[in-house]
């Protein structure tokens, strides 16, 4: 097999304009220079194409080819890509851009699935039951999170009903 790919122009077009459009601008001034990816936490939690590889595979025109590709989900929304950007590309708007791709193609990983029913459950996508540790700590064992507000998670869990995801019947 060969290891080089064949770049088509139009296809390249197509994917920066599609990412474009969804947010994710700037991507044309890229340099490659993996700064974003060398502080990037969920690069090093091992979603390998985020940052510069995910803008790489855009500007190679592999958009359509990456719909299943997980890493998007792994985005910590630090910004930390943003602030070491020596061209001003906003990284993390390009991952979002990308998600919402995906998104719109409903190719979601399970992990997004999975903080999309924690969300609708506690209000928090990552949640685990710290009462017990608290109390040890000293702490009131319920910390002041919608997790324990019954009138804050009806609120939430509304707003969820009704969002494009609700529509999807996820909920
Ligand atoms: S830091 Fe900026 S220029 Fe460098 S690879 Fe990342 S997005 Fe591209
Ligand atoms: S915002 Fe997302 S892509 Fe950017 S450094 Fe943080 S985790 Fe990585």
Redesign the pocket.
């Known amino acids: 097999m060969s290891d080089y790919i064949k770049l088509d122009s139009e296809k390249i077009s197509e994917g920066v304009k599609t990412i474009t459009e969804l947010g994710g601008h700037g991507i044309l001034k890229c340099v490659q220079c993996g700064a974003?990816?060398a502080?990037?936490?969920?690069?090093k939690a091992g979603?390998p194409v985020?940052?510069r590889l995910?803008i790489k595979k855009v500007l190679d025109g592999q958009l359509e080819e990456m719909i299943e590709e997980s890493s998007s989900w792994?985005?910590?929304?630090?910004?930390?890509?943003?602030e070491v950007c020596p061209q001003g590309v906003r990284?993390?708007e390009v991952?979002f851009a990308f998600r919402r791709y995906q998104a719109n193609e409903l190719a979601f990983s399970t992990s997004a699935i999975t903080s999309q029913m924690n969300l609708h459950s506690y209000g928090h996508a990552v949640f685990s039951d710290a009462r017990e540790l608290r109390k040890k700590v000293g702490l009131a064992p319920e910390a002041p999170t919608s997790a324990y507000n019954e009138k804050a998670q009806k609120e939430i869990q509304t707003l969820l009903e009704n969002s494009p995801m609700g529509e999807l019947g996820l909920y």
């Open positions: 974003c990816s502080v990037c936490p969920g690069v979603f985020l940052c995910l792994g985005c910590q929304a630090c910004n930390r890509c943003t990284p993390q991952v």
